[in-house]
């Protein structure tokens, strides 16, 4: 249950679902002192207005990461100091909200088709360059206007890829420009996130797999389970070229496979 704020506001109720009281706060940069008073004071709030219909308050956050530290010192002062309270105190980041609200009567991957998916539904940063395969597998692409970008030399035959990946790589080169033009679009700090996560990826096919061949179909083939899982997306063809050419853009970028020594 929602509750419109217009008027006097919510009186500290963000939502409301079967005796959880939700108090929401999804400012990107917070202050850690404004958190703190604020999870008192909202708690309060809510306590003073509507503490006969709440069996449970929880803080609920966007951070997947977790809360600043004075934040969460804030959280367990107030825990602390209503311990003789009736009233369970939580926290609740997003992946916690996701469970016990909406994740309980609907299948999670049936779920993820309407809403999309939790931000801790993949490691940091995967649920974006999945969104990117996505994004390139659904939309009809122009010509790359943008400069092809110079890998360094001998970089393929280091990594003794066959012919047919090797041509691979340098068909989808000269479209790597929409994957680079997609990351710029991202905020601060997410794709170093996805080229972290991407490198650990390879780094665990590159440990069981080998050839550079199958680590580089192995890679694709987790972007395009991350992107589309069971959706019901039918043009496969264009699933693995979206896949290939995100991966060939961190190819060129020397996140993934190796570089010969001295570039």
Known sequence: ?????????????DGWVDGLMLACYGASSPSEK???NKIKADFETAEQYWGSHMERWAFVYNNAAGLPTMAAAGLMDL????????????NCPP????????????ERDRLSLIVGAPPSEHP????????????????????????VVEVPFGKIEHNNFGPEVSDFLKTFKVH??????????????????????????????RARL??????????????????????????????????????????????????????
């Open 34 to 36: 404004y958190v703190a």
């Open 124 to 147: 940091a940063g995967m649920s974006y360059i999945a969104r990117c395969v996505e994004s390139l597998a659904r939309t009809r692409l122009p010509a790359d206007q943008s400069d």
């Open 95 to 106: 992946q916690v909200l996701w469970d016990n609200c909406v994740g309980r009567d609907i």
């Open 176 to 205: 790597t420009g929409h994957v680079r033009f997609y990351f710029s679009q991202a905020s601060p700090g997410e794709q170093a996130q996805v080229s972290e996560n991407l490198r650990a990826r390879y780094d665990g096919h």
């Open 210 to 263: 080998e050839d550079s061949d199958a680590v580089f179909h192995a890679l694709c083939d987790d972007l395009i389970e991350e992107a589309f899982g069971r959706a019901e997306f039918g043009d496969l063809n264009q699933q693995r070229s979206a896949a290939m050419m995100v991966v060939t853009h961190f190819f060129e970028t020397c996140e993934i496979f190796e570089a010969p020594v001295g570039g």
């Open 1 to 13: 249950m929602q509750i419109d704020p217009a008027g006097r506001g919510d009186k500290g109720c």
């Open 79 to 90: 825990r602390k100091n209503k311990k003789d309270s009736a009233i369970t105190i939580e």
